[in-house]
């Protein structure tokens, strides 16, 4: 930690609390005139009240000055810290002057009253000056020193006792102060270290999690209680989100949100994977699995993930990981089409009813590829869409060279309509896009009868969304299909 950073904090510290010295201060000279007012010469007490006022106005000057700085964050300047020290200074000497003027009224119980009264405004300084150990015996050492000579220099038996003590006094205050100074600057510095880590965790957290996004990557972020509680506590990044089809805010920040997604049939092999590396079996966590996106299809996801804070007793408490997209991966797999193939064969599957969803990246990507394996697969007899166009970078020029069946209209061009002129102009021109290049179109996202109605009315032939059902299990599906294709309240 740089000296100068503590020495700013230092300077903060004393001038935040001067304010109130000042008018604790000013009171305090009030009193003893009054007190005093019979007892000593009067002018020679206005003289020093006079004194007083003058040096407590200077400095709340200096304070008026230090609190219009432009910026508090900047480091400040030595002559910050000298001009306290010389305020100070210039107090405990105006304080000095006034215990020995007001030790004139020759009354012992009086000054042994100034005494205390002195002895408690140095113990107060200590209090509020002590995190500068000079600034504390500029104040303290003119304050007591002259009270001191003063008893020690009175032929009375009483007055050198309280001389000395004074002194006693003093060289006490001296001691305590600069232990007090060295405890408060190691705390400053270690909460100044403690701020410090603090912004590079944030900024490096910042960076992290940029570079994630970026790459395209959705990034979760568990704090962990048990893998079987819903309501653990989960950050999920917009990315994230939208791997999945959703908007920012239809996501909540519960661990239900991410379990209740998971394919049935995978959720064993994660949560299984999970228990292993929580329970310290593995040193990562990693999974490939079905994640159900908004529309209720499935995604493939390599999941990966590490806890990276614990507990005193070692328990784990927070982990992170990413979700990267697979599905683009496994239609560039070499084998994709024989695998494709092979499951329609080994199940008896019509090809014509299996519908692959591509998405635009995928096929700007690589388009001789692409085109290869989907001409494969349009020769079998499967059918192609092409899923969320008008999402990405959609080329029209590419279109007329795609193997295609349908277009599904991406769902932000529907939720837009009526809120966007330019939305509406685009959904109406892919429609007749589709329509004059003989591709079926799908708009997906449809919410309600004013959606429908529109698309029905510029020739939109098929929609999907929850307006005509929410997605569904394969059991509701089944039951779905007992009831003659009719969709029961409640499934």
């Excluded at 006034?98 to 200590?126: D, K, R, T």
């Amino acid at each position: 930690m740089h000296a100068r950073d503590i020495q700013s904090e230092k300077i903060r510290f004393l001038y935040a609390g001067s304010l109130l010295l000042l008018i604790v201060g000013a009171m305090t000279a009030v009193l003893m005139v009054v007190l005093h007012w019979n007892l000593v010469p009067r002018a020679s007490l206005l003289l020093w009240l006079a004194a007083m006022v003058m040096v407590l106005a200077g400095r709340a000057g200096l304070l008026v000055f230090f609190r219009r700085l432009p910026t508090r964050d900047e480091v400040l300047g030595a002559h910050w810290l000298w001009r306290f020290r010389l305020g100070t200074l210039a107090s405990g000497l105006t304080w000095g002057v006034g215990a020995v003027l007001l030790c004139q009224s020759g009354n012992p119980v009086y000054e042994a009253f100034v005494a205390f009264a002195m002895a408690g405004i140095s113990a107060a300084a200590i209090t509020a000056l002590a995190i500068d150990r000079l600034a504390t015996l500029f104040f303290v050492i003119p304050l007591l020193a002259p009270l001191s000579v003063r008893f020690l220099l009175d032929p009375a038996e009483l007055a050198l006792t309280m001389g000395l003590i004074v002194l006693l006094f003093l060289l006490i205050l001296a001691v305590i102060a600069a232990r007090i100074e060295a405890y408060l600057e190691e705390n400053v510095r270690l909460r100044l270290q403690a701020e410090s880590q603090k912004r590079q965790i944030q900024t490096n957290e910042l960076r992290w999690r940029f570079a994630l996004e970026g790459s395209g990557q959705g990034l979760w972020d568990w704090e962990i209680e048990d893998w079987d509680r819903d309501t653990d506590r989960v950050f999920y990044s917009p990315r994230w989100k939208s791997m999945l089809g959703f908007a920012e805010d239809q996501i909540g920040s519960t661990l239900a949100e991410w379990k209740s997604r998971v394919h049935p049939e995978d959720l064993a092999t994660v949560g299984g994977a999970l228990k292993r590396h929580i329970d310290g079996e593995s040193p990562f966590y990693e999974t490939e699995h079905r994640i159900r996106c908004q529309d209720g299809g499935y995604k493939w996801i390599l999941d990966r993930g590490q806890v990276i804070e614990q507990t005193p007793p070692g328990m784990p408490r927070r982990m992170i990981g990413v979700h990267i997209d697979i599905s683009d991966r496994q239609f560039r797999d070499a084998n994709f089409v024989e695998r494709i193939l092979a499951v329609l064969e080994r199940t008896g599957i019509d090809p014509g009813l299996l519908d692959l969803e591509l998405n635009e990246s995928l096929l700007l990507q690589n388009p001789k590829g692409a085109v290869a394996r989907m001409d494969a697969l349009k020769a079998q007899g499967v059918r192609l869409t092409l899923d969320r166009f008008g999402s990405e970078r959609s080329s029209l020029g590419a279109l007329k060279n795609l193997p295609l069946d349908r277009l599904k209209l991406d769902r932000s061009l529907i939720r837009d309509l009526f809120a966007d002129s330019r939305a509406a102009a685009i959904a109406k021109s892919v429609i007749a896009l589709g329509d004059a290049l003989g591709f079926e179109v799908t708009a997906v996202g449809v919410e309600t009868e004013a959606q429908r109605r529109f698309l029905e009315a510029h020739a939109c032939p098929s929609f999907q969304g929850y307006l005509f059902s929410q997605p569904l299990s394969l059991e509701e599906l089944h039951a779905v299909r007992r009831n003659g294709g009719v969709l029961q309240t409640g499934l």
